[in-house]
């Protein structure tokens, strides 16, 4: 810690239980009990993530690899250290508690990376304990980060218009000291697509292929399946299959030992949530599992999951352990052997795409890099005709080399492991 700068460490909790973290939380009022043991914050103005204030430091170390533009925004060096310095001071100056999370990101321990989050809020030490790997003592005693987020969502940037950004809001990496920062916004999804972001720089360049998907496999482990796919596409409900165990829901590697997930939880939307069309997610809610943003009745703590008064984008965070048909509920590692199918999901509203369709390593591409579906009405507020959007390599949002780079992995490993690669349309046909 004092490497980085903070040396006021009497009021640090360190990888607390989850208990105690539920007890701080309530203690320091930034949220309550409620469905099934599950506590429950709001995350405040911001209930989603803020992509236009993410930002990359334009530094030697990765100036000439970043997929620069909309989605990786350039930041100079020393506005980084103004914002920087600015974290620091707040923490060691604090009289208040502070919350470090050391973990894992990446099941497979020879491309695994130490995460450390650092932050104010106890509910974001519970999110970040809930979605990154969890350590054991022994690896706990042995931690040294290789990457670092410092959480200061209580504090803004007022000089942004000096510096050139979006708003006081702010999300900045600096990939050379492997370090982020954030202020402005609570929002815990920052911190888990933070560091996906940092992996899909980090993992293409030792030849594992970062992937934004969900996967599957046999209960042996040898016959998994990768579902890309955005959102509203099916890929929860196709890759949930009661005779094929989770492997994880949005987040993981294919390295040339096999697939593997990146997280040790899952962030599942909870709008309109209902026990018997989703009954994995809502048993998932219960002591350990993490709601947002939902609203309940005051006196009787009681969720109304059709509200949307605070947000279509209400979230609970759980371990993948409250799956009852995940790997990690068995006992076993987020691993698995190559995958045997590769299915593309498409929600195509216009009625061109085949139900089901073979693609070549060429063809696979194409459809990886265009990240194809059609918005259609539920899926986002204010949709009412389907709308055709386009996503690269279906994660546009996180991904930080040129999306060439994850295509030509892609058909590398297809055809060194002879993957089949299919394009399904869950939308409508021949209309």
Known sequence: MQKIGITELNNFHRNLPVNELVNHIVQNKEGRIGLHGAAMVDTGIYTG????DKYFVDEPTSRDKIWWGAVNRKVDEDIFDDLFNKVIDYYN????????FDGFAGADKTYRINVRIIAKKAWQAHFAHNMFIRPDQDELKAFDPDFTIINAS???NEDFQKHGLNSKTFVLFHIGRRIAIIGGTEYGGEMKKGIFSVLHYLLPQQGVLSMHCSANTDKNGGNSAIFFGLSGTGKTTLSTDPDRPLIGDDEH????DGIFNFEG??????????PEHEPDIYNAIREGALLENVVYDESSGQIDFSDDSKTQNTRVSYPLEHIENSLLSQGKN???SHPKNIIFLACDAYGVLPPVSKLTPEQAMYHFISGYTAKVAGTERGISEPIATFSPCFGGPFLTLHPLVYAELLKEKMNKFNVPAYLVNTGWVGC
């Open 49 to 52: 993530r803020s992509p236009n």
């Open 93 to 100: 100056n604090g009289v208040s508690n502070s919350y470090i």
């Open 154 to 156: 209580d504090i803004q």
């Open 253 to 256: 590697g294919w390295s040339d």
């Open 265 to 274: 939880g899952c962030y599942a939307k909870v709008i309109n949530l209902n």
């Open 334 to 336: 987020s691993t698995a």
